[in-house]
T-cell receptor, first 114, second 115 residues
Framework: DTAVSQTPKYLVTQMGNDKSIKCEQN?????MYWYKQDSKKFLKIMFS???????INETVPNRFSPKSPDKAHLNLHINSLELGDSAVYFC?????????????FGNGTRLTVT | AQSVSQHNHHVILSEAASLELGCNYS??????LFWYVQYPGQHLQLLLK??????LVKGIKGFEAEFIKSKFSFNLRKPSVQWSDTAEYFC?????????????FGKGTKLSVIP
């Protein structure tokens, strides 16, 4: 009965490959997010979707493309992976992004690019 | 845009010691403030939040935080820590009314509690 689940938990791949991370929430939330946590633990928002519509797209290379087939899912596809993409990626959801409802995070996906 | 500073990178305490983790933010207007905690191997979860009113807010597991507007601070405290408090603690802020879309996190403080 995990609230926000993301797969895979670990992802090791070579430079130049394309990979996807999946995220699903069963909380009935309207808004979902992708955050990147770098090696220094700095947590930075990448994307936010509200009811399948893109709300926030921070300065992220266009190699990163989020896709939201429905409001319970927000997947992250990364093309042409680079060494600098190595990080932990967290999916999160909240009741409504425009309010102060708390974020519910997934357990993270540790991506290692070699 | 707002920013958040957490000055302590790693804090090591013995059980029963008192805890205070610093958090300062920079933003010209009114803000909402949060502390999130990430236990080892787990996801981040909300510890407590401040929107308005009493600047001393109480959260789960005996934690509290005090908002001092003049100092732009929102320090986290606990009178007596336990080994189970070992975790990473993140302070976060957003402009009032902006909502979670504009939530900015600090770099986190790792707390290690020695039994």
């Amino acid at each position: 009965d995990t609230a926000v689940s993301q797969t895979p938990k670990y992802l090791v791949t070579q430079m130049g490959n394309d990979k996807s991370i999946k995220c699903e929430q069963n909380l009935g939330h309207d808004t979902m997010y992708w955050y990147k946590q770098d090696s220094k633990k700095f947590l930075k928002i990448m994307f936010s979707y509200n009811n399948k519509e893109l709300i926030i797209n921070e300065t992220v290379p266009n190699r990163f493309s989020p896709k939201s087939p429905d409001k319970a899912h927000l997947n992250l596809h990364i093309n042409s992976l680079e060494l600098g993409d190595s990080a932990v990626y967290f999916c999160a959801s909240s009741q409504q992004g425009g309010t102060n409802s708390p974020l519910h995070f997934g357990n993270g996906t540790r991506l290692t690019v070699t | 845009a707002q920013s958040v500073s957490q000055h302590n990178h790693h804090v090591i305490l013995s059980e029963a010691a008192s805890l205070e983790l610093g958090c300062n933010y920079s933003y010209g207007g009114t803000v909402n403030l949060f502390w999130y905690v990430q236990y080892p191997g787990q996801h981040l979860q909300l510890l407590l939040k401040y929107f308005s009113g009493d600047p001393l807010v109480k959260g789960i597991k005996g934690f509290e935080a005090e908002f001092i507007k003049s100092k732009f601070s929102f320090n986290l405290r606990k009178p007596s820590v336990q080994w189970s408090d070992t975790a990473e603690y993140f302070c976060a802020v957003n402009p009032s009314g902006a909502g979670s879309y504009q939530l900015t996190f600090g770099k986190g403080t790792k707390l290690s509690v020695i039994p």
